[in-house]
């Protein structure tokens, strides 16, 4: 397959982009890729690549952005119901944390995705994976979150592992048994600390084992925040799934600065999360390793709070940034990458071509993945998308109807 005459191809080719090397795009003009089975073989010159290879089938995409699939890092996909209820009082000015502490947040949708059965979980999970693909997003990273006891995480996870062999959205799996205190352990979250690192992580590592042998082990994420895990039990969950062999995720600074971000640093995670409260010094700490930095501005702009992550504070300091949509029933019920980045281009000062790159090759960083997503390249799996815009700038200037034209999915056309 030969897609050809776009008017422009973004590559994103050179590995994710570190400080202000964000953004650049790697523009070919006219450009054209040639797709062998799910891999990428040639990019270039459309001329050129016509002569080279005369008899392949074609995609005429003349007058488009041709660009690599949205890699969206940080999703909490699988739950039951919906919080509705509780949309009017947050807009009211009732704090996120506030709801939290009396039973209500995460905890209502976690009893509401108990009682769900695989197939309902499967059902609606579904709906949500299948409209991000049409947002063109062909991978995203997908936490559990909403059991908070080992019988329903396994079976989010299992919800997880079922939507990505279905396809045609591809996941990357995260455990986040770490997501709130359970009722159970309402007056005693140490016990909680202590059953997810004595008993979850250690049997998790077992059953996945067993049960998703072909899969590398899924992330382990703690949500390091006043009134969730304090940075003492993040440490000890974090460092348990180091030890057990887990990649590691964080969920640091999203409303107060616990530190989560300079021990996702010294802990070697692959990504800390959220990052609107983070100190200078976190900033710093963070910017000097391999961990990416993980903004998700459609966090605050669900809840209606005007503080988002200071992005050119982490650019400047030399770090790996990437935008993600958080997808979640509380805080940002979005599944459009598009979206993400017309409010990163707003609310974070980034350009056009910066927030792409932060969602395409620096995400695909974000959960270890850079290797075969991210860019167009040879070699890389063919996840591409044909755009219907002109000018690569028109992605985040414009906003809420759907600029994709075509996704291709592992040399599919889907
Ligand atoms: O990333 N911060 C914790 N988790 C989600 C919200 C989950 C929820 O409210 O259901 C977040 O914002
Ligand atoms: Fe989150």
């Not at 988002?308 to 019920?333: E, M, Q, R, V």
């Not at 979005?334 to 927030?355: D, Y």
């Not at 002109?390 to 985040?396: E, F, M, S």
Request: net charge negative; with cysteine; hydrophobic share 40%.
């Amino acid at each position: 397959m030969l897609i050809h005459s776009a008017a422009q191809l973004l590559t994103l080719k050179g590995g994710p982009q570190r400080g202000h090397a964000l953004g650049t795009l790697g523009i070919i003009e006219n450009g054209a890729v040639v797709v062998r089975d799910e891999k990428i073989v040639a990019v270039g010159d459309t001329e050129d690549l016509r002569n080279s290879y005369p008899n392949e089938p074609t995609i005429d995409a003349s007058g488009s952005v041709v660009m690599p699939g949205f890699v969206d890092p940080h999703t909490h996909l699988v739950w039951a119901g919906d919080r509705a209820d509780e949309f009017d009082k947050k807009m009211a000015g009732k704090p996120y944390l506030e709801i939290l502490a009396e039973g209500g947040g995460i905890i209502s949708t976690v009893m509401a995705t108990r009682t769900a059965s695989l197939e309902s979980l499967t059902a609606q999970t579904r709906q949500r994976t299948q409209r991000m693909f049409e947002y063109g997003t062909t991978t995203a990273e997908a936490k559990t979150g909403y059991g908070l006891q080992l019988d329903t995480e396994l079976r989010l996870l299992q919800t997880l592992i079922d939507l990505d062999r279905e396809g045609p959205l591809e996941l990357a799996i995260t455990f986040l048994g770490a997501h709130a205190i359970p009722p159970e352990y309402k007056d005693n979250p140490q016990g909680y600390t202590d059953e997810i690192t004595k008993r979850m992580l250690p049997e998790l590592k077992d059953w996945w084992g067993t049960n998703a042998p072909h899969m590398d082990l899924p992330f382990v994420d703690v949500f390091c925040e006043h009134n969730a895990f304090t940075h003492k039990q993040s440490r000890q969950i974090l460092t348990q799934a180091c030890s057990l062999g887990f990649p590691i995720k964080i969920h640091a600074d999203e409303f107060k600065n616990l530190g989560g971000a300079s021990l996702a640093a010294e802990l070697g995670a692959a990504s800390a999360d959220h990052l609107v409260s983070t100190s200078e010094a976190d900033i710093a700490t963070l910017a000097k390793s391999e961990t990416v930095a993980v903004s998700l501005p459609c966090t605050p702009f669900g809840l209606a709070e005007k503080d988002y992550t200071p992005a050119h504070k982490f650019i400047k300091a030399n770090a790996y940034f990437a935008l993600a949509s958080d997808c979640n029933p509380g805080t940002s019920w979005n599944e459009s990458m598009q979206f993400v980045i017309a409010l990163a281009c707003r609310m974070l000062k980034l350009t056009s071509a910066q927030a792409i790159a932060a969602s395409t090759i620096n995400s695909a960083y974000a959960i270890r993945r850079e290797d075969h997503i991210g860019s167009i390249e040879e070699g890389k799996q063919a996840d591409i998308l044909v755009m219907d815009i002109p000018d690569y700038r028109q992605i985040g200037y414009r906003y809420g109807t759907n600029l994709v034209k075509q996704v291709m999915k592992r040399g599919k056309l889907l």
